[in-house]
């Protein structure tokens, strides 16, 4: 991967350039956020012309490791004010790591109302005016690039809503059964959005062959790699069998699913929408439950779910939007959550964003708890479209809550909580308050060590142990999401020793480095400091890494406790 | 005394979700887990009232067990 392909969207320019040395040894989220810190005025308007969208496959991708199939997107984001990291599954970024591609930079804005296609080969960029794709779904837009440029042709693409500049957009990627990933958090969509581009498509044509420094070497570790991850119960058996959405009856009876917007830790319904009943419908209707996002995956926690006749309804059917429906907006028919995360992925917005802003919606009488069928019209007629009402859903949780005088938002730096209570589990509950990224559970799993018994056991319930726990997952995070290799090898990481070692020694034998484990925890905390220090610039400070004041006052069922971490033990998590 | 034990994913199998059970008092999880035949290192976690316990946590008269294998996601 040796150039980096430069879009100017303002004057409609494309330049092949040469990887900086100091970018040599940085891939996916070390990439982007580097790029972006380096690039992008903290104080710029995440939609103007001085933001930059910056996609980059992992240092391993591209290669035969397994589960290296992970994508970065970077940009300030729309929703935070602050540096955003997203990362999807889908085929890109083995395509675009295969051309040699160590990063594609857009960068301005065109002036006029016309929309463009990017139209990414080895020999650079072609931008092309778009008309047909303009207002389609995501699944449309695919098939649509698909029978015009090649059905191996990868897919970047906005749905309504990033072509709307909504705060609650994602951008979608193409996965191998040409079905939708997404960079779902952080308002991106609206980032490529204000750039004027509808999708960017990639030609496979001229990808070879990765050329490693250590061929043997390289295969050896990789076998080492995946044994690991076949040997983890969680990576090898438990995420293949139920995907993420085993978590609904293990958070529920931990005490810690957040339920009817956050005013209980338990859901009496939860065994109607939990993993198990998932996997016992796609049985009974034919569906698959085992599914990788993007080639090479070992772990498979996607699946694909069909309504009661066998038809299609969805598939990457995660956790976290289950819960958010589910428990949170108290939607619990589990077809009509397929239903509605289908309708998510069409429409591209973010899976856990929008339910959560809808679970604020119902609290606010806007439409009543537990109404799928309202739900699913809002969508399609409102933000789809973009009414008045449309937009005012599309601001997300923060906007919403604040439009109707609510004080119970559950949002850190205006990105709303995901699924777990952060009350009775108080690790995640330090995650959310400081990562860079605004409330997300991904950049510090603290859930692992406080309730899956992984990695260790910090009991859930105390505050002592936490910043610790969570400034180590954090640095981890950082580096695993450079890699482009799942976050869910995580899991075998945290337990059997030579899973990270064949990481590091897969490093080595690509680039032929000679880094150790401490060199790669070095990377985490780079890319943490790095981010830290574009928020800090662009007014993110400390007053910022905090959880909403109603986890102070509103103890939470059944185990009765309030967030009650002291704000200066949280400010030592950046003491490294 | 009676217990309820629920139990989830794989250990459902062939087994049930929930049930009622007679124990002896004084019982602990790890006699509860011996009458259903599952081996302990298959065990991920155990919570009664929301809480982990391990299995010498001994049992008090109407409590729920609730048992999952190792399993996780997020």
Redesign the interface.
Known sequence: MHKIYRVNMTDLSVKIEPVPEAWAGLGGRALTSTIVAAEVPPTAHALGPNNKLVFAPGLLSGTAASNAGRFSCGAKSPLTGGIKESSAGGTASRIIARLGIKAIVIEGQPAGDTWYSLVVSKDGVEIRPETETLGMGTFAVVEKVNERLGEDFAVITLGPAGEHLMAISNISVKDPESKIRSFGRGGLGGVMGSKKIKFIAVDPTGGAALKLADPAKFKAANLTFTKTLNDH??SG???K???????V??IN???GLPTKNFTS??CENH?AFS??TMYDNIVARGGEPSHGCSIGCQIQ?SQVYNDKDGKYLTSGFE?ETIWALGADGLITDLDVIAEIDNVFDDLGVDSIETPVMFAVAMEAGLLPWGDGKRMLQILREDIAKATPLGRLLGGGTGHVGRAFGLTRIPVVKNQAIPAYDPR?IKGIGVTYATTTQGAD??AG?A??TN????GG?V?P?KNEGQVELSRNLQIATAAVDSTGLC??IA?PALDIPECLGSVVDMLNARYGLSLTGDDVVALGKHVLKVEHAFNLAAGLGPETDRLPEFFELEPLA??DVTWDMDQKELATFWNF | MLITI?L???F?DGRF?VATREVADGATVADVLRSLEIDEPEV??M?V????VDVDRVLAAGETL?V???????
């Open positions: 119960p969680v058996q438990g995420l069998k139920y995907g993420t959405a085993v978590l009856n293990v009876e931990a005490g830790g338990q065994d993993g198990e926690c956790y009775p559970h991904t799993y859930i692992a309730i899956l018994n992984v056991k009991d319930l976050l869910f899991f059944p185990h | 629920k989830f994913a794989s459902r979700k991920g976690m919570f009232r929301a809480r982990h609730s999952f294998p190792l399993v996780g996601g997020g």
